[in-house]
């Protein structure tokens, strides 16, 4: 093939595959030192596409150059899959390199419709446009909802291996596989916007302005760091001010910062709320204030998350603030979850004259049960004569497994 010539002309009546008739196909090439150039085109009720495409075949991945209309394309229709999906767009490809990793050339992308099941997805142009060399490359993506440039020293196929060998120096991420890869050294700037191709794919963000996603990674001196920000995201019924949040790694932790000013729904108003964590020996180590339109604390609650086996086992810190008042917590408590049930375990709560126990009665989740006291205290003055103290118990059973 890397050095034959050929000239081939094919037209096709009616073939079957996968239990569909095709009909009307016609293709026209040639094939000159390994480089193949065609001209196709079907005309089926079911699936209506034309091609011209030139290929260097000698290459593991070919220099490409494309142009594709398809018109039709109904993929359950040509046994193709079992669900509804049907497309139809026009492509335009010029790509000098095809591989992944050192990716050259641009693609246009435009009118694309994409039916899948009940959802329709559509955009009214796409394009990418790749470029540079080796140590120093860059990705430009253009769309309607999303625009995005990738630069710098990476390979695409490598980029998410190397974000996670960074995470899990801090925390062991499940399944996690230790993989030699390339330096990475690259910063991605992204603006998406509440429109087009993402309210389709997301409804929920209607009302939200864009969305500014920023990121870097240098694995040689061990430096990744994220930034995500909006000045309103509407979500899932809330409405968000002033969302800004940051991941960045630093010499013994992976830090993380969230804050936004307000947020609101139908039945919840929250004013300026920031979480601060920071992950380290496969912990997590937070706290969680809430202020009041006045800007005073009135919720603010800190604790260490750990993983265990399939669970996870939290503890509070001392510290808690709960609708202004403050509250000590016992030492050496623990909640632990998963799918079998929940252990708590000496999780004690006191303020002034007030308490609240909450223990479980066996250490194993499949068998245990929680008990819960409260206690409140009147002082010896009091004018009602009264027991100094009343308490109140229960228990509930574990979830089921």
């Not at 016609?26 to 699936?47: C, F, Q, R, W, Y």
Request: aromatic letters at 4%; charged letters at 15%; one cysteine or more.
């Amino acid at each position: 093939m890397k050095k034959a010539n050929a000239k081939y002309s094919l037209e096709v009546v009616s073939a079957q595959v996968k239990g569909y008739t095709y009909k009307n196909v016609v293709a026209n090439g040639t094939l000159e030192n390994g480089v193949d150039k065609t001209t196709a085109s079907i005309h089926d009720p079911n699936i209506s596409v034309e091609l011209d495409v030139t290929a260097d075949l000698k290459s593991t991945y070919p220099p490409l150059k494309l142009d594709m209309q398809v018109d039709t394309l109904n993929a359950k229709a040509l046994n193709l899959t079992t669900d509804t999906l049907s497309l139809s767009g026009h492509i335009v490809a010029d790509l000098p390199s095809t591989n992944p990793d050192d990716l050259v050339g641009t693609v246009d992308i435009n009118n694309l419709s994409v039916t899948s099941g009940s959802q329709h997805y559509s955009t009214d142009s796409l394009s990418l446009v790749a470029s540079g060399t080796p140590d120093n490359k860059s990705i430009v993506v253009k769309s309607d909802a999303i625009n995005a440039e990738l630069i710098g020293q990476y390979k695409l196929t490598e980029m998410g291996q190397a974000v996670e060998q960074t995470v899990n120096q801090y925390y062991n991420i499940p399944g996690y596989q230790q993989k030699n890869i390339s330096p990475e050294n690259w910063q991605l700037n992204a603006t998406i916007r509440a429109g087009g191709l993402v309210l389709q794919l997301a409804p929920s963000l209607q009302g939200s302005d864009s969305i500014s996603v920023k990121a870097h990674l240098n694995t040689a001196s061990n430096d990744f760091g994220m930034t995500v920000q909006s000045q309103k995201l509407v979500a899932s019924g809330y409405e968000i001010d002033s969302l800004n949040a940051t991941v960045q790694t630093a010499a013994n932790a992976l830090n993380v910062d969230v804050s936004i000013e307000g947020a609101k729904s139908t039945s919840v108003q929250l004013y300026r709320t920031a979480l601060t964590a920071a992950v380290a020996n496969n912990q997590l180590d937070f706290t969680l204030d809430s202020k009041d339109k006045k800007n005073t604390t009135q919720y603010a609650i800190g604790g260490l998350l750990n993983q265990v086996g399939s669970g996870f086992k939290v503890s509070v810190k001392p510290d808690l603030t709960l609708d202004y008042s403050k509250w000590n917590v016992s030492p050496n408590n623990s909640v632990q979850y998963d799918s079998t049930g929940v252990i708590v375990n000496n999780l004690s709560l006191s303020q002034g004259q007030q308490s609240i126990t909450v223990n479980s009665t066996s250490p194993s989740t499949t068998a245990a049960s929680i008990a819960c006291a409260s206690s409140s205290r009147r002082s010896a003055a009091a004018p009602t004569p009264a027991s100094p103290r009343r308490s109140t118990s229960s228990r509930a059973s574990a979830p089921p497994t």
